[in-house]
């Protein structure tokens, strides 16, 4: 018998109700922009605001038909300059390398913080600052900056991703390499163990899953990150760009397929992390028992 995965059953009901509900609000956000549209003699292929309000060239929702020929328009052909699916792929692969490098520079930061105590009292206020700094604003300016030493394309937007992604990395690793216990370190201490071999027989493992929630929460950051700073920049490719391009051109139906399809990518990225857990982790799989036996 086919059986569904116990995350997808939730997500099922979610994606039922959000199906259920979205047509009457559609109808409530779309009939009084139909109404208006009406009363200044518009030319419309419908004669009631009832009837309009899944007809809109400029919806406030877009109908489920409307989503649909959106989907069909912008996600073919495949390697189009102008279709999502290539556009994805780069913005996904900006988001990618921005997160191993928020997890090299996270590792770092971490270490230093759980090593020194001086260190981490006059680092951490400047790392939570760096933070409250509009990456809108900052964006142009490092790309600028980078641009005089020839590194242009995707590159800049990996590294603004980054920017985004090192604060959660290095919160959640220097609070993991912080989770043992006082009689552990204790222990290792007793067995005469190098910091070193303290960080990689106990530290480092009992970080692991504090690690990979930080992942995810940084991926997304990083994804967040990378198309901000491709609507910021001069960009030919990406989810960002498609984004502004289709702002500018008023085009409402294009945007939220684009939206959609860029929500769509975080949660592929963000299942990309927990497989990667489940294979980093096996002794934290729980064994299927078959047939309720002993």
């Known amino acids: 018998m086919l059986r569904l995965s116990p995350n997808l059953v939730p997500m099922l009901v979610v994606a039922l109700v959000v199906l259920v509900l979205y047509w009457p609000l559609m109808y409530l956000a779309n009939i009084p922009a139909a109404q208006r549209a009406l009363d200044t003699g518009a030319v419309l292929p419908c004669k009631t605001a009832l009837e309009c309000a899944t007809q809109l060239r400029s919806p406030v929702l877009p109908s489920p038909q409307q989503l649909w020929q959106g989907f069909g328009n912008l996600m073919f052909p495949l390697n189009s300059q102008s279709a999502i699916p290539l556009n994805a792929a780069v913005t996904a692969l900006e988001t990618l390398v921005g997160l191993l490098l928020a997890a090299m520079l996270g590792f770092f930061f971490a270490i230093g913080m759980v090593a020194s105590r001086a260190f981490e009292r006059s680092l951490l206020p400047w790392i939570v600052a760096s933070q409250t700094v509009p990456i809108i604003a900052i964006a142009p300016m490092l790309v600028v900056v980078l641009g005089q030493y020839g590194v242009q394309g995707w590159l800049p937007k990996a590294i603004i991703a980054a920017y985004i992604a090192f ?30 071999q303290t960080y990689l027989k106990l530290r480092f493992p009992a970080s692991v899953p504090y690690l990979f929630t930080a992942f995810k929460v940084a991926m997304t950051a990083a994804l967040i990150g990378a198309i901000v ?25 294009a945007m939220w397929v684009i939206m959609l399809s860029s929500a769509a990518l975080g949660i592929l990225l963000v299942a990309l992390v927990n497989w990667v857990e489940h294979l980093a982790t096996p002794w934290r799989r729980v064994p299927q028992r078959e047939g309720g036996g002993r």
């Open 167 to 196: 604060f959660p990395i290095t919160i959640g690793v220097a609070k993991g390499l912080k989770s043992p216990d006082p009689l552990s370190l204790d222990l290792m201490k007793t067995y005469n163990a190098s910091s070193w």
């Open 229 to 253: 700073a491709e609507i910021s920049t001069i960009s030919f490719q990406g989810i960002g760009k498609m984004l502004a391009e289709n702002s500018r051109a008023s085009d409402v139906v």
